[in-house]
């Protein structure tokens, strides 16, 4: 599986690995005792509503470690050396919501009541083809860009504006990292394999429907509209399936939870 001797070709992978070594930041680069700033009506609904990114971060954690083996199996020894980067932000990010959970002095829900959490972790880790995986990855990463933008704007000045900012920093390096992965691939795909991305796409987003439906109270009281969002993150999809030659998003139906979630009720 390990080359003594690898080639190291693909320049631009290699500059997004260089941007991940100096675009590393650590727990001083935020000022968390802003974190009594934020009213309790606000922290009750994010922590809530934070638990599937809490989760996704942790997925993200684990596909890294799924792929690097695959990919080294492949000679693709520069992915390789940009998703060691960007282990360490997926690690990053997870401990900073860990942060904040314990400096809210709140609880992330119980797994029973997110299904559809689950549902998206193990529809994401199904395959062992890089490919897929670095396509959930990249859905993955444009629900994580509405997301923390939308937190970024619930507190641009204070401690959650700061966190969203510099954790959008790292998820730019990801998605670019996946255009440069998926952009010379697909051109090479069957047409039954591009259906399977969009399939992959669709349970994907099927899933965020369902927890955007059971979230829909808590992220209201943060101050987050989960049905713009979902929208915001449609279009996003459909422009990269169209970006990317993945299909004409002319063909393509916007899915929707298979039942109808029940909402998380409000904490009394
Ligand atoms: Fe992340
Ligand atoms: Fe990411």
């Known amino acids: 599986m390990i080359q003594v001797h690898p080639e190291l070709n693909d320049d631009r992978i290699l ?4 941007k991940g070594i100096h675009g590393q930041w650590g727990e001083d680069a935020i000022a968390w005792g802003q974190a009594t700033d934020v009213p309790a ?6 922590a809530l ?3 599937p990114v809490y989760l996704g971060e942790q997925t993200a954690m684990m596909g890294i470690a799924t792929v690097i083996p695959l990919l080294l199996r492949g000679g693709e020894t520069e992915a390789v050396l940009y998703l060691s980067s960007m282990q360490l932000d997926e690690a990053r990010h997870f401990r900073n919501l860990h942060r904040l959970y314990e400096l809210f002095e709140e609880d992330p829900l119980p797994a029973r009541r997110l299904p559809e959490m689950w549902r998206y972790h193990a529809r994401l880790l199904h395959s062992r083809d890089p490919l897929d995986w670095v396509w959930g990855i990249l859905i993955s990463d444009l629900f994580a860009r509405r997301f923390y933008g939308a937190v970024r704007d619930i507190d641009p000045d204070g401690l959650l504006g700061a966190l969203a900012r510099r954790t959008l920093q790292d998820e730019a390096r990801h998605q670019a990292f996946s255009d440069r992965f998926l952009e010379n691939r ?3 795909l069957s047409p ?3 259906a399977g991305m969009l399939g992959l796409r669709d349970d994907l987003f099927r899933s965020m429907d369902g927890l955007a439906g059971r979230l829909a109270d808590a992220a209201t009281d943060a101050g987050i509209d989960t049905s713009s ?3 915001g993150l449609w279009l996003d999809t459909e422009r990269w399936v169209e970006r990317l030659g993945i299909a ?3 063909t393509t139906q916007r899915p929707t939870a298979t039942r ?3 909402a998380v009720p409000r904490p009394s």
């Open 41 to 46: 009506r606000v922290r009750r609904g994010l």
């Open 229 to 231: 969002l979902l929208d």
């Open 260 to 262: 109808s979630a029940s």
């Open 15 to 18: 500059r997004l690995f260089e």
């Open 192 to 194: 039954e394999r591009r």
């Open 186 to 188: 697909i051109p090479q």
């Open 248 to 250: 004409s998003t002319h």
């Open 49 to 51: 509503t934070l638990t």
